[in-house]
T-cell receptor
């Protein structure tokens, strides 16, 4: 149980184009999903918290107009990198919070490798 | 041994030996801690967790120790195997939020 998938697993795009990454909870409903970015040999950095049916909450320094997050259902959140540039190349990982109330456990997806040429 | 430089700190251990990976967490208000294993090109994989009302928790071949006085977390892996080679991250959850803060990570290399 508690499986999270991401699609695509990797993507290569040209500079200036937009890329959408999907995060799905396969066997549970996730009211909250999180998006992380990880550069090579570095740790995971939280970008934003995605809540179903409401606007995402972005961490300090993350441009909300560049990284558009939509959480339209309890099993799907999408991250769109708009006008991507080479410096946006990174490993993007989502996670989903299981349960409600005081439950804080998160389950992580397999990640999406974005390469911007 | 352990080395720190421009790259991730690396811990090299002989196969069959025990490994101890350390983590200093940042916030005294954190009440839940997790260790993750990450293999190259993959997402983090849950290993073990511990809540702040405990100081030790054991799993299969793994033990997590929590010292709240000095804000220190450790992961002990018994009889380290080649398949344990990966990067290990600690994460903390600050009480009252649902966000995780990840530590810098340690690369574990198991020598045959």
């Amino acid at each position: 149980g508690a499986v999270v998938s991401q699609h695509p697993s990797w993507v290569i795009c040209k500079s200036g184009t937009s890329v959408k990454i999907e995060c799905r909870s396969l066997d549970f409903q996730a009211t909250t999903m999180f998006w992380y970015r990880q550069f090579p040999k570095q740790s995971l950095m939280l970008m934003a918290t995605s809540n179903e049916g409401s606007k995402a909450t972005y961490e300090q320094g993350v441009e909300k107009d560049k990284f558009l997050i939509n959480h339209a259902s309890l099993t799907l959140s999408t991250l769109t990198v708009t006008s991507a540039h080479p410096e946006d190349s990174s490993f993007y990982i989502c996670s989903a919070r299981v349960g409600a109330g005081v439950i804080v456990e998160q389950f992580f997806g397999p990640g999406t490798r974005l390469t911007v040429l | 041994g352990e080395s720190v430089g421009l790259h991730l700190p690396t811990l090299s251990v002989q196969e069959g030996d025990n490994s101890i990976i350390n983590c200093a967490y940042s916030n005294s208000a954190s009440d839940y801690f997790i260790w993750y294993k990450q293999e190259s090109g993959k997402g983090p994989q849950f290993i073990i967790d511990i809540r702040s009302n405990m100081d030790k928790r054991q799993g299969q071949r793994v033990t997590v120790l929590l010292n709240k006085t000095v804000k220190h977390l450790s992961l002990q892996i018994a009889a380290t195997q080649p398949g344990d080679s990966a990067v290990y991250f600690c994460a903390e959850n600050i009480a009252g939020t649902y966000k995780y803060i990840f530590g810098t990570g340690t690369r574990l290399k198991v020598l045959a």
